[in-house]
Nanobody, 115 residues
Framework: QVQLVESGGGLVQPGGSLRLSCAAS????????VGWYRQAPGKQRELVAR???????NYADSVKGRFTISRDDAKNTVYLQMNSLKPEDTAVYYC?????????WGQGTQVTVSS
């Protein structure tokens, strides 16, 4: 069994920054593909950023140059550094991790960008 716990969300003004964390436990590997996704009210869940099996990052066009995904395997934690936040970044952010053929999800953390 794999568990993912996100943290770091909150309310921030436009132009501000937040760092999200996703701590993993269970039968995990440093080569597991991991990613951050988000879902805004009334919209489908979308990919924000991910790290492939080989550690290569991919970003949604809407966050390129503003968000950075990283991982600390010693802490079993994946991070999402979010800078220059915009109101349209408001959403519930989820981390996902593929372990073998299964996809695991955290409970989500709310990010609200508003003045």
């Amino acid at each position: 069994q794999v568990q993912l716990v996100e943290s770091g969300g909150g309310l921030v003004q436009p132009g501000g920054s937040l760092r999200l964390s996703c701590a993993a436990s269970g039968m995990i590997s440093s080569t597991d593909p991991v990613g951050w996704y988000r879902q805004a009210p009334g919209k489908q869940r979308e990919l924000v950023a991910r790290l492939t099996t080989y550690g290569n990052p991919n970003y949604a066009d809407s966050v390129k140059g503003r968000f950075t995904i990283s991982r600390d395997d010693a802490k079993n934690t994946v991070y999402l550094q979010m800078n220059s936040l915009k109101p349209e970044d408001t959403a519930v952010y989820y981390c996902g991790r593929r372990v073998g053929v299964r996809e695991y999800w955290g409970q989500g953390t709310q990010v609200t960008v508003s003045s």
